[in-house]
């Protein structure tokens, strides 16, 4: 049996803990516990207590699954390290959270455009593994598996959890609630990649979508994941979050 408890999200996360944050999603797998995200790290005692109110302690928490480098979605995932949980990352930019590669996530960017404070800074973690495309690997009676969903960002992937009557995609910020998307300016953004990841994840059997902003879809999420063809099919881009 798998539980999804959504214990972080900021202005467009339902305003369950500091502003920055993405979603972040406790996922419990029978004793075993998950963190798909982890945050800004601008406030991960917020994040903590929620976490600690569904019964599971932080320093329990087996894994933290990061969907891309974003600040978002890794700022808080030196304070997991700390802890002593294992960061789990997409191998292109495993070498940049690992170095705080600020360059590579646009952080100075953002931080000149007010997006963030100027005195937000990027902390460095150890990954402890690096994930592919078709990565794959079990959890009791879940298989989970990582598809490389990149276009919103170079290293976006989406974690798919299956049973034997469910499928759960925790897709970032690749594809949101009916059919929406997250295209920006930044350098690493490719509509021409995101094309083929919408594409991609549209060919699945999704039963539920999880994203990395906004609602979550706790069924039929293989309808609005193909709410982005008809655009595609035109050569437009479906419509963003934003």
């Known amino acids: 049996m798998i539980t999804v408890t959504q214990v972080a999200g900021g202005l467009l996360g339902g305003n369950l803990s500091h502003a ?5 999603y406790l996922v419990q797998i029978g004793q075993s516990a998950l963190l798909i995200d982890a945050g800004s790290g601008l406030d991960s005692s917020l994040l903590e207590s929620n976490i600690i109110r569904t019964g599971v302690q932080p320093t329990l928490i087996e894994a933290v699954l990061l969907t891309h480098a974003h600040f978002d979605h890794s700022g808080g995932a030196a304070w997991f390290a700390g802890l002593g949980v294992p960061i ?3 191998a292109v930019s ?3 959270i690992e170095t705080a590669d600020e360059e590579f996530i646009g952080l100075p960017r953002a931080r000149r455009l007010g997006l963030y404070p100027d005195h937000v800074r990027w902390k460095g973690s150890p990954v402890a593994m690096q994930v592919r495309d078709e990565s794959c690997w079990r959890i009791s009676d879940v298989r989970l598996s990582v598809l490389q969903t990149p276009g919103h960002s170079c290293d976006g ?4 959890l299956e049973t034997q009557d469910s499928v759960l995609a925790f897709t970032g910020d690749t594809v949101f609630a009916n059919g929406r998307v997250l295209i920006s300016t930044e350098a690493d953004c490719s509509p021409s990649l995101l094309e083929g990841s919408l594409r991609k994840l549209a060919g699945l059997s999704l039963g539920s979508l999880y994203p ?4 979550s879809v706790p069924q039929d999420a293989a309808d609005h994941v193909k709410a982005t063809l008809p655009f595609l099919d035109q050569t437009l881009l479906p419509p963003n979050l934003l």
């Open 20 to 24: 920055a944050d993405c979603n972040v």
């Open 88 to 90: 789990i990352a997409p």
């Open 212 to 215: 990395g902003h906004g609602a």
């Open 94 to 96: 495993a070498e940049a």
């Open 157 to 160: 992937v989406t974690y798919i």
